[in-house]
């Protein structure tokens, strides 16, 4: 049996509370070191441990050097193949959840300015084919019109702004998939004068004639009984997911995170109107907006 030898590893391996944002690459280092250290004290090779995971042994090497983040079905392969003893191995597979999981403060972002958050998110944009945003309560900047965007920020910054609208040229790029998936109560959130809310469901509408681009909208009524509707998610492909909070946004890795994201999304999809019923809705409800004016 492989067992860790230094009480600093069993230090590590003991850390399963919640840590703090600025411990997150501590943290991947440990989860690094420690998988290295059960991997020489069972006197397996990487070679060795490579053939008995299925990973090629360039993943294996990268993975204890900490240039790869194991997910948790990695390390769930290696702590089989080491035949880690079972207390051992779930409190590896916690720390890998834990690693796996990341927390962006509000307070940080605006430190480092709110356009380098746009930046941050354009980045993941770019590096994903199909994404998928749940809006239960607010317009994701991607579907903004400019008042719309200045309108959403506590403190608008014009490089921030600038940089939100900027992102939404990716909406062209016909070999991306978007979806999003909102309810009418978010199309209808008055952060606006009702001209200026007509002008932003109106830009709903035509948004949803791209070609790259789906819209969906969970109506107000009837009433359907669903879970509840916590937070702003996105799905960047199957490898990613983000939920907002009042705090921040917090960044999920671990594939068991991603999959109850992706079946709740799924789960509110067959809920919402999409194709010619939804933009019906958004007409309706500009019109709505325009005679209030």
Known sequence: MARLRTEALRSVLGVLELIEPEEQEQQRADLAAALKELRLASGLSGERL????GMSQTKISRIETGRTLPSVFDVQAIVRALEVPKHEADELLMLARSANTEFHDVRSSRRRGLEHRQREL???????HEIRFFLPTMLTGLLHTPEYARASMTNPQAAA?????ERQSILYDREKRFT???TESAIRWPILGVEGMAVQTDHLA?????TSVRIGVIPATPVVRLPSLLSVFVLYDERLATAETYGGLVVMRDPRDVEIHLERFRLFERHALWGTDATGL????AAEFRARA
């Open 50 to 53: 490579a053939v008995r995971t």
């Open 122 to 128: 354009a980045k993941l944009e770019q590096d994903s």
């Open 161 to 165: 702004i600038a940089k939100r609208l």
């Open 180 to 182: 999003f998936l909102m």
């Open 206 to 210: 035509s948004i949803a004639n791209l």
């Open 282 to 285: 958004l007409a309706s409800i």
